[in-house]
């Protein structure tokens, strides 16, 4: 820490409105100085920032039929970002991804890894439910992806496990089914760095085919292998 800079010279250039750019260790060690978990030094401007710009969103026509926009929800400093696909009627109503039995069943498969879903940041690839939970159309997508993009520059994650055929696709710009998609390491190719990608099973669909959780579970495994986290 002090062959970079001080708590105090970092509070003043922040009270100065000056972005400061630290290596990631340091933001660790600024972060546990300051009782808090890891993140960029501009975050505090830059997620209030697009959290706004989500919520008054108007780029596609879902925003017409939406109760409310549906951010993403967890740790900003997570090592795990978890990427499902659209919002449906519980996410809309509540504001919060997956809060309803999808939501119950990859708290479940977190849980199966040793985590809590407190310790992971979990977002989707749109910010808006499609009417009657149908797929995702092409220009909505092309219209939300750069917020998704702009919360893993802001996370930073280390690892995201994209759940369901329609996040894997969007996210590795792939047409494979998951069946195909799971059991490797991908990238996700950010504005500034690659993220390795594990694939999953939507948990949605476990709830129709419990016989393939075992097969989630192992993806999971693999995630860990990737990027060991704890913290049930
Ligand atoms: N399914 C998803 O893909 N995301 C949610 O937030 C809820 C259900």
Known sequence: MPEFMGAEQRRILHALDIDVWLPRH?????????GGSEVSPTADKDWPTLESAVSVCTQCLLHQTRKQTVFGDGDRGARWMIVGEAPGADEDRQGKPFVGKAGQMLNEMLRAVGLNRERVFIAN??????????????????????????????????????????????????DKPVGQLRGRVHSFAGPEQSTPVVVTYHPAYLLRSPGQKRKAWEDLCLARSVCEVSGA
């Open 26 to 34: 340091v933001v660790a060690d600024a972060a546990t100085e300051a």
């Open 125 to 174: 690839i749109l910010k808006c439910r499609p009417p009657n939970n149908r797929d995702p159309r092409v220009d909505e997508v092309a219209s939300c992806m750069d917020f998704l993009r702009r919360q893993v520059a802001l996370v930073q994650p280390q690892l995201i496990v994209a759940v369901g055929r329609i996040a894997a696709q969007h996210l590795l710009n792939e």
